[in-house]
Structures are given as C-alpha cells and as structure tokens.
C-alpha cells in the first residue's frame, strides 16, 4: 500500500505543511532554503528513524536537529502519513520536562504503540519484511528507501556483508572446483580459517624471517670457506700410537711382581705360625688367671663370713622398721616410688645424653686421626726425588678403607645425635613428673621424722658392722700372682716376618725406580701424540660444522622458494576468487565493485569494497549519477529480497535536465526533492 498524504508540523524550519502524495513520482520544488530536504527528511525519518545520507555520506538519528530553534514549551515535532485506505501513522518528538525529548506513535489518532508495534503496522502497509542477515550492521529499511546509503553510507565490510545477503558470493569450495590449481591450498583451510589474506601475511612474515636467517647462514658459511673435507685416517693412526704407549705404561706401573708374590706367600706363612703361637700362649695365661680369680672368690667369702652375719641380723632389724614405717606411710611410698621412678629415668636419660656426647666426641677425635692417617708405602726415587706409591693397588684400598671408615664415623654421629634430641625430650617430662612426686612427698614425710631417725641408727650401725677388720692376707697372695700374671707379657719371635719383609720392599724400590724411567720416557712421546689428535678431532668438528651449515642453508632457501611460490598461489587466488566475486555482483546487481586493490610498489593487496560509475569511484561522480545508481541499486535489491511499496526518497535531483528523466527513473513511490525558480516562496509538489 502507498502514502497518498504527508503532514508535517514543528521539524526544523518547517511550522506546518500538508502535502498530497502520489502513487509514483513526487517531484517536490521550490527556491533554495526553503524547507524541501526538511519535508522529505521528515517522511524518511518517520519510516527509518533516521535522516537521509546525502552527498557526504552524512545522515544519522539527530534529535537536535529535528526540533527548531524557536520551540517553545507545550509544542512538539509531528509528522502524520496517510495511505490509499485512510489509515494515518504519526510519531510525534516531545520535549521531556526534565530535559531531552521523547517518541510517541500513534496509530489512526490512538496513542499507546511503542516503537516496535509501531514498526509491526506500519511494516505491514507497506508489504515489507526484513530479510537481510547482516541487519544488526546494515540498515534494512534505508537500504530499500534511501538511494545513498548503501553505496555512499556503507563502510566497505558492511557492503561486503549486503552484498553476499543479495547472493554475491564465492566460496573457497567454488573456487578450488573452478580452478584445480588452487587445490593445494586447501590443506590450509582449517589452519586460518578459510582467510587466506591472513595466510599470505602470515608467510610474508615467514618470508621476511627466512631471509634473515639466510642472510645469517651466509655471514655463518664465509667463516668456514677455508674449511677442507676431513681425512680420519691420520687420526687412527694417532690414536692406535696413544693406546700403544698408554698400555705399556699401564703395565709397567703395575710392575713385575713375580719375585715379590713369591716372599709374599713365604711371609703370610710366617705370619700364620707366628699367629697361631700368639693365640695358643695367650689361652694359656688367660686359663691361669680364671682359675686364680676362682681361688681369690673362695678365700674372699671365707674372710667375710663373720661379718656377714653379724650385717644380716642388723638388715633384719632395719627391714622391721622400714615394714612398720611402710605401713604408715603408704601414700608417702607411692609418692616416692613415682618420684624414684621419674628420678631414675632422669639420672638414665642425663647418663644416655652424657654418653652419646661422649661417643660423638671419641668418634670426632677418631674422625680427625683418620684423616691425618697418612698411606705408609710411599717411597722416593733417588735419581729424581719424586715420590711414588710402590703398590697403586695397596694405596687404592687404603683410601677406599680410610674413606669407608670416615663414612661410618659420620653416619654413627648423625644417629646419635638424632637419639640425643629425643632423650632431652624425655628428660624434661620426667623431670617435671619427678618434682610434682616431690613437693607431694615433701609434705607427707614431715610426719616420719622420728621414724627416720630410729632408720638412721640402725643404718650407722651397719656402716660401723661393715668398716670391721677382717684377714685378709690369703685374698692378697691369691690377687699378687693374679697382677703379676697380668703384667707379664708373652713374647714370641718375629725376627723372620722382619727380614721378608725388608726383602719385598729392596725389591719393589729398585723395580719402581727402572719402571718410572722407562714411564718419563713414554709419557714424554705420548703428550705430543695427544695434542695432534686433538687437532684432528677441531678439524674433524669444523668440517661436520660446515656440511651442517650447507645443508641448513639449503633447507633454508628450499623453505623460502616453496613460500615464495605459496606466496604467489595465494595472491593468484585471492585475486581470482575477488574477481569471480566481482562478476556475480555485476551480473546481480548491474553495478561495478572493486574490492581488491593491489600494491605493487610492496607487493601487498589489500580487500576493499566499493561501487563504481563508468570506472570513477561512487563517492566521487555527481549527485544525479549517484542518485540514479541507487536507485537502481534498489530495484536490484526489490528484485532479489522481494518487492514492497516502502517509497524511496531522493534529495537534490536538480542535476537532471529535465522532470520526465526524474519520472522514468522508477515506477515504485519517488518523493524527491528539485530546486526550482527563485521566486517560488511556496513548496509544491509536480
């Protein structure tokens, strides 16, 4: 359904208007500045909500410009149209008491509609329904009714995006079927996504860091230009020299102990029979003393029989007292008993604590003769002074046992230590229990004092029963041969042991002095051998160095000629697929886009979007040309969306030469806007 009336009251520099509309064109005129773009933006911004774009790509929802200067309090904005059944739509822009302005709608003389079911009717008289997907970016309703905005008004991604809404689209898929040469490059779909504009700058990027590592693999390469292929043979040769002579030195440090592991065995019996008459000698004085010590017991109970008894019958007498005083007190016994307890635990955990001090101290000591212990079979050679282990093996095991030893001391200080800390836990628990036990004690003895005292006569009587004389002169006798035989020591000849052993250690001396010669001699030969294998084996590492240089120099270069030719696929179907793009917009829309444009000073292309007249971009051709594309524009869009009778409005189409090229621009409702004679005061519709 069409508008067949518009009225408009209070919109900028327009007091009232009413004008009759026609079904098709509606050609508005009048001198300069006298209110036709206001009349046809009051229209547009009831249906939009917006103003129309005009050559500048200027048109937005601007309240303030909307209201007049000269509005005073009670006014307010309205514009009314009416369709071929009489139905009337108005939205009126009040001023807000508290500041600002708001919309009403009303709907045939009713108010009570909001925007949206405002928008619902008013939609529906005009057959109109939105379709495009990208109208959260793109304004469906000024597409359709403002020939400017889509071409002039758009920033390029949003035209791209109406564009594949209209069906001007080419998908990756198309192109890979179209061009089989493409085909490659769909391995790289899922990686970015299908944007292959992202992927050449991504391998520019790649390209760029190749180069640099080239550039530093040729700067790498020059310092190896000298380097010539390795030839091992010169080493091996070397290296069999080096274990030749090391071997021979090996064995002669070893020495020749076929003499000397005779004398060794000669000793070891020796020392065998020697040990054997030691042991045997020792049994017998130790069987000797034990039976003395037998003796020395019988006489010492003989001697103390008397007095013993005479200490029984007082330990009797004191066992009375202590019973009757126990009997008494036996609260204080087991205040004691818990105290002797704790005291004793006390006195056992000091003693402990003590000990382990003491151990760890003797183990210190022992630590410190340890490691000033010092290996015994060092000798010195005459010709040079130096001196030398005689026996490499004998000096091996004393470290190994010195060591070992060290070790064992170190792990046994640790344990005690660790036992040390829990001890003096225990101490002061008990400690505390025992003085509790005490102050309890303390209180309840106060009343055994004259029972104590009666104890302690009876105990000085046993001390003075004790002290008595007894004969002991048989004890005396029996205990002097028991020291004598203690002090007498067994002596057994060794004078054999010391004379191998003088033996062994001639010989071993005069065997080191010739091995160590013949060792300076060899090790003299082998330092030089060392140092040119040495340099056999730099140039060996240099020359690997290099080869794998060149051949990262030439993954390098295989690497950057493979991007270089991506590089190119990917421009070629960029292009291609932009120019398919542009031929499907041409043949939809009739209109020429351009929506790549390439560099080539930097090799780079950039994806634009844009509409062009004749080959001039749209933002640059005249008003009349720019209204006419869109326009046509339009009708293209009607043609693929579906038609509506939504009227397009088209400011300053003076350009024009005469009126019935503006009337043959579009059979839908055009309300457009002409200057016409200066002296026409009136706005008029023809």
Not at 263 to 277: I, M, N, R, T, W
Not at 302 to 310: L, P, T, V
Request: proline share 1%; charged share 30%; aromatic share 6%.
């Amino acid at each position: 359904m069409k508008i067949t009336k518009l009225e408009v009251n209070n919109f900028r520099c327009i007091k009232h208007i009413e004008l009759g509309i026609n079904a098709s064109s509606n050609i508005i005129t009048g001198a300069n500045n006298i209110g036709k773009s206001t009349v046809l933006n009051s229209g547009h911004w009831l249906i939009t909500d917006t103003l129309l774009t005009d050559k500048w790509g200027v048109g937005e929802h601007d309240l303030d410009s909307i209201v007049p200067k000269d509005f005073k309090k009670g006014e307010h904005t309205s514009v009314t149209i009416t369709f071929e059944d009489g139905s009337t739509f108005t939205k009126l822009l009040k001023t807000n008491p508290k500041g600002g302005h708001y919309t009403e709608y009303q709907v045939n003389g009713a108010s009570g509609y909001n925007m949206s079911s405002f928008n619902e009717l008013l939609f529906s008289k005009f057959g109109f329904t939105p379709k495009l997907k990208s109208s959260k970016d793109v304004n469906e309703l000024r597409v359709l009714t403002d020939p400017l905005y889509a071409l002039q008004k758009l920033e390029a991604k949003f035209l791209r995006q109406l564009l594949v809404d209209l069906g001007c689209s080419v998908s990756n898929e198309e192109v890979f079927a179209a061009y089989p040469k493409f085909q490659v490059l769909q391995s790289y779909e899922s990686k970015y996504f299908g944007d292959y504009t992202k992927m050449r700058q991504n391998l520019k990027a790649e390209r760029l860091e190749l180069m640099d590592q080239l550039k530093a693999l040729e700067t790498t390469l020059e310092a190896y230009k000298d380097v010539t292929e390795y030839n091992s043979a010169r080493r091996e040769d070397l290296e069999a020299q080096k274990d030749e002579i090391v071997v021979r030195i090996r064995n002669l440090k070893r020495g020749d102990m076929s003499l000397t592991n005779e004398l060794e065995l000669q000793l070891q019996k020796v020392k065998a029979d020697y040990d054997l008459a030691l042991t045997q000698a020792k049994a017998k004085k130790d069987q000797e003393i034990a039976l003395l010590r037998q003796e020395l017991k019988n006489a010492q109970v003989e001697a103390n029989e008397g007095k013993n008894k005479r200490l029984n019958e007082l330990n009797e007498k004191l066992r009375a007292k202590i019973t009757t005083r126990n009997s008494i007190t036996t609260t204080i016994g087991a205040y004691r008993s818990t105290r002797e307890e704790k005291r004793n635990q006390v006195t056992d955990l000091k003693r402990r604590i003590e000990n382990a001090h003491t151990r760890i101290e003797v183990a210190n000591k022992a630590y410190d003769e340890i490691s000033k212990r010092e290996f015994k079979g060092y000798v010195t050679c005459p010709d040079c002074e130096k001196i030398f282990a005689a026996d490499e093996g004998a000096l091996l095991m004393f470290n190994k046992q010195k060591q070992d030893d060290l070790q064992r001391i170190k792990d046994q200080n640790a344990r005690d230590e660790i036992e040390i800390v829990e001890m003096e836990k225990q101490f002061e628990v008990n400690a505390t229990l025992g003085r509790n036990a005490k102050e309890q004690q303390e209180e309840a003895e106060k009343k055994l004092e004259a029972l104590n005292e009666e104890i302690e006569n009876i105990n000085n009587e046993i001390l003075s029963a004790s002290s008595q004389t007894i004969d002991l002169s048989k004890v005396n006798e029996i205990q002097s041969k028991i020291d004598a035989l203690l002090e007498t020591n067994i002596a057994i000849d060794d004078s054999k042991i010391t004379e191998i052993e003088n033996q062994i250690n001639e010989i071993q001396i005069n065997q080191a002095q010739a091995n160590q010669k013949e060792i300076e001699t060899l090790e003299s030969l082998l330092e030089p051998i060392k140092e040119e294998i040495e340099e056999e084996y730099m140039k060996q590492s240099k020359y690997a160095s290099k080869l794998e240089f060149e051949a990262k120099y030439e993954k390098v270069v295989t690497k950057l000629n493979d991007t270089e030719s991506l590089l190119e696929k990917v421009k070629e179907f960029i292009t291609t697929k932009v120019s398919l793009i542009n031929g499907k917009a041409k043949e939809i829309t009739g209109i020429d886009f351009v929506m790549l444009e390439e560099n080539v000073s930097n090799d780079n292309v950039r994806e634009v979007c844009y509409a062009t007249v004749d080959g001039v971009e749209f933002s640059n051709v005249n008003t009349s040309q720019k209204l006419a594309f869109g326009i046509s524009f339009i009708h293209k869009i009607k043609e693929i969306l579906g038609s509506n009778d939504l009227p397009i409005f088209a400011d300053r189409l003076e350009g024009f030469d005469d009126i019935e090229k503006i009337r043959n621009l579009t059979t839908e409702q055009l309300i457009c806007t002409v200057v016409g004679d200066k002296n026409q005061k009136e706005i008029v519709i023809i």
